[in-house]
């Protein structure tokens, strides 16, 4: 017999074969549902897709959102989808709004918020490979009188108490979290799509602090972090949501240690704490907080980058700003005058 | 009662021998011996380990009747180059990061390994790895079968496994339609 139709012919080398598929190649495997119907089988059965998962634990990079400048609403894709993989966003009309925030296969859209505008959200949830579109009712901001700014995010239900690995929630339950500020204070709603309903809100005290919506939260144990806007203010701070009691805290952002701050953002660190990326002069300097009570944060700084350094092309530092964060891949963007480019956090 | 207890010992002693032999050998189906490093073979493949130490071992060569003396060498090869490898520092370090995926790229000694086998000798590896419970040999293999096919189209990776189309055109379509969010690029 050909050996190779021997182990075709076993649905167990099958297996082993099409577990390697490289999981950021989606059109990898669905060329092999393609192959015959006993292939289809094997890659769209239960038992294949709980290994596949399990082998490859980090979600694959399929590509990522972006948002235009305030007030130059045409820029970019409709969507905002700038895709790494062969993959492509299914019912992609975002009808004018845009990507506020996503994660555990959630895309949260909404209208971009301005400053002093009516506080309309048109909040939605979309699952971006199903193309499904969960319009969500607009939560009660009109009570809390002028805002100043707001930010919101999406994560799968379980994220409370840790319950879940997020390898496989998209379709289960979801929470939506906006935070808000007035001039007194900062306060948080969570639509649960268990209840179908905002819950009541949380508040804490403490005055101007303003988010800044280009600055996606993160989600560091079973608290979601935002952080405040001005960042070259030393009066920024975070906001943080925990999800377990329902209240909020403001903490501080770590200490600065040159003069020159440039661009500051929040990440997840190695065990699920929280940590944070802020760029000075031209190092990359990583700070992780310490568990412990929030009113006395301790940050220490756990690694500084040289970006000169890992600079390949030796061109004349102008400015970085960093510009995003992934989840679970710990890879940071940072943004310099002649484009984008990517830090892996696990190799330097 | 001593004559008894003498062969007794020499019993033991053979035993003791047997035991401390370095090597097992091995019988393909077509009756060819290859001997390999027991140590490498306990190792690396859970059916060998088993007949170890469960004493299944036969000293003129342990039939296995199910791989090809091509393979059979191609698996000792593979055994006896694994034994005198060192952990490369990318598999140390990617095995305390965070997040790590159970499976570990294949090493460079090991690419090579496989990357010379013939289309043929590659699929008859599988299923000896499969059959022996090699799972680090069948992670490599596996990984290069897939790597070749990447970018191929349904056409092509029935040719390269031998597998006839069962689909309708109609069928065909339709699950083309279905998966169309993966397939841009197609």
Redesign the interface.
């Known amino acids: 017999m050909?050996?190779?139709?021997?182990?075709?012919g076993?649905d167990?080398?099958v297996e082993?074969?099409?577990?390697?598929?490289?999981p950021d190649?989606?059109?990898?495997?669905?060329?092999?549902?393609?192959?015959?119907?006993r292939?289809?089988r094997i890659v769209t059965g239960p038992g294949f897709r709980r290994r596949f998962r399990?082998?490859?634990?980090?979600p694959p990079m399929l590509g990522g959102f972006h948002r235009p400048f305030l007030n130059v609403p045409d820029s970019g894709a409709p969507c905002g989808f700038a895709?790494t993989a062969?993959?492509?966003?299914?019912n992609a009309d975002l009808g004018g709004r845009y990507a506020l925030d996503s994660r555990h296969g959630r895309v949260l859209v909404g209208v971009l918020p301005s400053v002093g505008g009516a506080p309309e959200a048109r909040l939605a949830v979309w699952d971006?490979?199903t193309?499904e579109q969960l319009e969500l009712p607009e939560p009660p901001l009109e009570r809390e009188g002028p805002l100043l700014s707001w930010n919101a995010a999406v994560l799968c239900a379980s994220s409370k108490d840790g319950a879940c690995d997020h390898l496989d929630c998209s379709r289960g339950q979801f929470l939506v979290v906006v935070v808000v500020t007035t001039i007194l204070s900062p306060f948080a709603y969570v639509y649960s799509s268990e209840d179908g309903e905002w819950s009541q809100r949380a508040c804490a005290l403490e005055f101007f602090v303003c988010f800044d919506h280009s600055e996606p939260s993160v989600l560091a144990g079973n608290a979601l972090c935002f952080i405040s806007a001005n960042q070259i203010d030393s009066g920024s701070r975070i906001i943080k949501y925990d999800l377990g009691t329902s209240r909020i805290y403001v903490i501080g952002l770590p200490p600065r240690t040159s003069q020159c701050r440039r661009s500051a953002m929040l990440t997840a660190t190695?065990?699920g704490g929280l940590g944070s990326a802020i760029v000075e002069n031209s190092r990359l300097c990583l700070w992780s907080k310490a568990v412990g009570p929030d009113e006395h944060t301790v940050w220490t700084q756990s690694r500084v980058i040289e970006l000169q350094k890992i600079n390949s092309d030796n061109s004349v530092l102008i400015s970085y700003y960093l510009a995003g964060f992934t989840h679970?891949l710990?890879v940071l963007f940072a943004m310099r005058l002649d484009g984008l480019f990517s830090i892996d956090l696990?190799s330097g | 009662m001593e004559v008894d207890k003498g062969k007794g010992e020499a019993e033991e002693t053979r035993k003791v021998a047997e035991a401390d032999r370095d090597t097992v050998t091995l019988k393909s189906s077509d009756g060819k011996l290859f001997e390999v490093s027991k140590e490498a073979a306990a190792r690396l493949s859970t059916v060998l380990a088993g007949m170890i130490a469960g004493g299944s071992i036969d000293d003129n060569g342990t039939d296995l009747k199910q791989i090809g003396s091509e393979a059979l060498e191609n698996v000792v090869d593979y055994c006896n180059k694994h034994a005198n490898s060192i952990p490369s520092a990318a598999l140390i370090s990617s095995s305390i990061s965070f997040n790590t995926a159970p499976f570990k790229e294949p090493e460079e000694w090991e690419r090579k390994f496989v990357d010379r086998l013939s289309h043929d000798a590659l699929f008859d590896l599988v299923e000896a790895a499969n059959f022996l419970g090699m799972e680090r040999l069948l992670d490599v293999t596996c990984h290069k079968i897939s790597e070749m096919m990447k970018g191929k189209s349904p056409d092509q990776i029935r040719e390269v496994f031998n597998i006839k189309n069962d689909y309708t055109k109609e069928e065909l379509e339709e699950i083309r339609q279905e998966l169309a969010w993966a397939f841009y690029d197609d």
Do not use: Q, Y
């Not at chain 1, 082993?16 to 490289?22: D, G, I, K, N, W």
């Not at chain 1, 062969?86 to 299914?90: C, I, K, L």
């Open positions: 050909d050996p190779a139709a021997a182990v075709s076993m167990e080398l082993e074969v099409l577990l390697r598929s490289p190649d989606p059109a990898h495997l669905a060329r092999a549902a393609l192959v015959c119907r292939w289809c399990e082998r490859h634990r980090s895709p062969s993959f492509r966003p299914r971006p490979v193309g190695e065990n679970g710990n696990k």
